[in-house]
């Protein structure tokens, strides 16, 4: 949902950034596979810490390669199936080591087994979003959209993770967040089903 609003934006403000970097001579694969590398050691190497603040400043520094690498390849004439592929692909590693790094603070320093269980269901339900609308791509149908994309999901455990760390906030605070994601993320879930559903009943 979110992205819907913002990619116009975002593009304006990071075309300059990508054609840098195709004077530079780089390529949106590389840059796809560098800011993957980079999202999974900020989450995998600060959360596990609890270096809540640094973790996402981190990770926010390489989050926008997932939107400069689109921009380039448009530039550059080079858009592909593969590219996209590769895209989609990476980006599950990235949301699994932002949830998982904070699950594996919460396991131990943390000490907090329901925040563990709450990462893990918000990363499972947000794999499943995405792949019920790759799935029901495979087969002819579309089920995009929903309440909880995964833009919407990175923003939210992103801009909150890092307030928690620079204000000090109370860990209720991320708590809630989680509740709210996971049932956002169930929700979107129900929605492309039934969208998958009458498109197959029309059929």
């Not at 195709?22 to 609890?50: M, S, W």
């Not at 999901?153 to 605070?173: E, H, K, N, Y």
């Amino acid at each position: 949902m979110l992205d819907k609003y913002t990619r116009v934006y975002s593009t304006r403000i990071l075309t300059p950034a990508a054609r840098g970097l195709l004077r530079l001579g780089l390529g949106p694969d590389a840059v796809t596979v560098v800011g993957t590398l980079g999202v999974c050691a900020g989450a995998l190497i600060f959360y596990p810490q609890g270096e809540f603040l640094w973790g996402t400043l981190f990770i926010t520094a390489f989050v926008f390669f997932d939107n400069i690498d689109g921009i380039m390849a448009r530039l550059s004439g080079r858009t592909s199936k593969w590219g996209a592929f590769l895209d989609s692909t990476l980006d599950r590693f990235g949301d699994a080591a932002i949830f998982g790094g904070l699950a594996l603070w919460f396991a131990g320093d943390g000490d907090d087994m329901r925040m563990v269980a709450l990462l893990i269901a918000c990363l499972t339900l947000g794999a499943v979003v995405s792949y019920a609308r790759a799935r029901a791509e495979s087969l002819g149908f579309t089920a995009g959209g929903g309440i909880a994309e995964r833009a919407d999901r990175l923003v939210a455990i992103l801009v909150v993770t890092g307030l928690v760390g620079l204000l000090d906030l109370p860990m209720v605070v991320l708590e809630v967040l989680l509740w709210l994601l996971a049932a956002a993320s169930a929700w979107t879930v129900w929605q492309r089903v039934s969208e998958v559903r009458r498109q197959a009943a029309r059929e």
